[in-house]
């Protein structure tokens, strides 16, 4: 059972209402201290996909501390006694996560999105290699070296990044997801074009040819990426691997455009192009959803209905540019 402590910093005299708001609620257990005359600190011990409630209570509670009020979630590892978790029958009643919905809570979820979008030169540079090492598996039509290099492509932060924000209706996290995939896809691009310029590659090679059209496979196939890579860091679950399926579905492609461009095969890098904006909407599109699926909502009411309307918008929009690719291979079938 995941266990998150939260540890709550507030003026002395809001401790009372603080341990009212969250007393209904289902805690593994609650503590307290005065700090001095004018600072407290609240401990509660709870059940990670239960934190989200938890902080949410408090924050609406407590919204008139201003800067004195710091709510802190950490992850832990182990707990003497460990914690027995509650029998479904005996829960308290309330306004609770659907209670099969282990998931991490919604700051913690945003955390981790931010540091996998945080720009660094690493991830720049990883970027690259992965792109050119994709480029030679490419020319060589060797698979193990193209799977070798979606394994270092940092591609899964921005992509889902974009989809969180979508849902949260976080203007900010949108635009720093963006600037991180154009940061990313465009440093792969460009070094893509490189390749193409120095090396003889050959266009006709299966590997690369396969990568210059859309077939129904390849759309099931980001869905399912975008869907896994939502649910892997909404559940707390290790992402590298989903990183690997994300990555397998957007760099080569991306590599192709490049590598054509540059040999002058227009057409080719097109339908490359093509097939990398067919992933791209398909990964956003199955992120979005799934997080939905998974409960994940804004922590304040006046960003609900900011954030359904931009989940509609966004829906509606990449839907409609999926059927319109549909129709396009379909026509050309």
């Not at 059972?1 to 805690?27: K, N, Q």
């Not at 999105?113 to 992965?130: A, D, F, G, H, K």
Request: aromatic share 4%.
């Amino acid at each position: 059972m995941a266990v998150r402590l939260i540890e709550v910093f507030m003026p002395a005299d809001r401790l009372e209402l603080a341990r009212s708001s969250v007393s209904s609620l289902d805690t593994l257990s609650i503590w307290w201290e005065k700090l001095s005359d004018e600072q407290a600190q609240l401990h509660i011990l709870v059940e990670a996909e239960r934190s989200e409630e938890v902080t949410d209570r408090l924050r609406a509670a407590l919204a008139d501390s201003g800067e004195e009020l710091r709510i802190v979630s950490l992850p832990v590892e182990a707990s003497i006694p460990a914690p027995e978790e509650t029998p479904e029958q005996d829960r308290k009643p309330g306004r609770i996560l659907h209670r099969k919905m282990h998931r991490v809570s919604r700051e913690e979820l945003y955390a981790d999105v931010q540091e996998m979008m945080r720009t660094s030169w690493p991830n720049i540079v990883m970027t690259i290699l992965s792109a050119v090492v994709c480029a030679v598996g490419l020319a060589r039509s060797n698979v193990a070296v193209i799977i070798g290099a979606m394994v270092i492509a940092p591609l899964l932060g921005p992509n889902v990044g974009l989809a969180l924000g979508v849902t949260l209706g976080d203007f900010s996290l949108i635009l720093r997801a963006l600037r991180e995939n154009i940061l990313r896809i465009g440093a792969a691009l460009v070094f893509a074009v490189i390749v193409g310029i120095i090396f003889n590659i050959d266009p006709h090679v299966s590997e690369i040819v396969s990568r210059t059209s859309i077939n129904y496979t390849d759309i099931v196939i980001a869905l399912a990426a975008g869907a896994a890579g939502a649910l892997a860091l909404s559940t707390g679950a290790p992402a590298t691997l989903i990183g690997v399926m994300v990555a397998a579905a957007l760099m080569p492609p991306l590599v192709v455009t490049g590598m054509l461009s540059a040999l002058g095969d227009y057409s080719g890098a097109l339908g490359a192009l093509q097939l990398l904006a067919v992933n791209l909407i398909s990964i956003n599109l199955a992120g979005v959803l799934t997080f939905l699926g998974m409960g994940i909502r804004p922590g304040s009411r006046d960003d609900v209905t900011k954030a359904r309307i931009l989940v509609t918008l966004a829906v509606v929009v990449w839907i409609t540019l999926l059927t319109a690719l549909t129709v396009l291979i379909v026509s050309n079938a």
